[in-house]
């Protein structure tokens, strides 16, 4: 079974610009989770997808947007970058119970300069 | 005050020699995560555990729900143990996930 996948794994962007991650959960997942991890902060919860429907959102600005389609992919999209933002982001993926094991892909690393 | 805390928050060990990374957290909480993340990003799931004690292979996750504590020991420790381990409570109001800072393991042969 296929892991969960996250693109692109690296990307460059300067400040001002706007940002498009993707993440593809394992085949049959239904909830989609993604993360930030910064040297700071450590690991943050971004916000979780669920049957196309935000179920969960953590403390960041609206800059910080996500979906999800209908066969379980999700994109988060940032705008409007800052310097702060840049970050590991990750995305996990679970059967869809609260409380479910996740899995997480490998990452998207994202430098604004 | 962080809602999880972790200790310690570097741990340096021999080769054998037996580990545990301790887990406080001041939440209610579903479930906790314990999770191995090595040097360039991959985060793997170790443990979900509601209560009681877990066991895979070298690795022995326990929790005590009364004391909001859980610990992950590791028995026989190797090099290739070497990675941050992070612990993650699902709260169980919301069932976000909030992490740990991590604890930075290093096993020296």
């Known amino acids: 079974k296929a892991g969960v996948t996250q693109t692109p794994r690296y990307l460059i962007k300067t400040r001002g610009q706007q940002v498009t991650l993707s993440c593809s959960p394992i085949?049959?997942?239904?909830?989609v989770s993604w993360y930030q991890q910064t040297p700071g902060q450590g690991l943050q919860f971004l916000f979780e997808?669920?049957?196309?429907?935000?179920?969960n959102k953590g403390n960041f600005p609206g800059r910080f947007s996500g979906r999800q389609f209908s066969n379980s992919r999700s994109e988060m999209n940032v705008s409007t970058l800052e310097l702060g933002d840049s970050a590991l982001y990750l995305c996990?993926?679970?059967?869809?119970?609260?409380?479910?094991?996740?899995?997480f892909g490998p990452g998207t690393r994202l430098t604004v300069l | 005050k962080n809602e999880v805390e972790q200790s310690p928050q570097n741990l340096t060990a021999q080769e054998g020699e037996f580990i545990t990374i301790n887990c406080s957290y001041s939440v209610g909480i579903s479930a906790l995560h314990w999770l191995q993340q090595h040097p360039g990003g991959g985060i793997v799931s170790l443990f979900m555990l509601s209560s009681g004690k877990k066991k895979h292979g070298r690795l022995i996750a326990t929790i005590n729900i009364q004391e909001k504590h859980s610990s992950l020991h590791i028995t026989a420790s190797h090099p290739r143990d070497s990675a941050v381990y992070i612990c993650a409570v699902s709260l169980s109001s919301n069932y976000k996930l909030t992490f740990g800072k991590g604890t930075l393991l290093t096993v020296n042969p």
């Open positions: 996990a993926s679970s059967l869809g119970q609260r409380y479910n094991e996740q899995f």
């Open positions: 085949s049959g997942h239904r909830s």
């Open positions: 997808y669920f049957s196309e429907t935000q179920r």
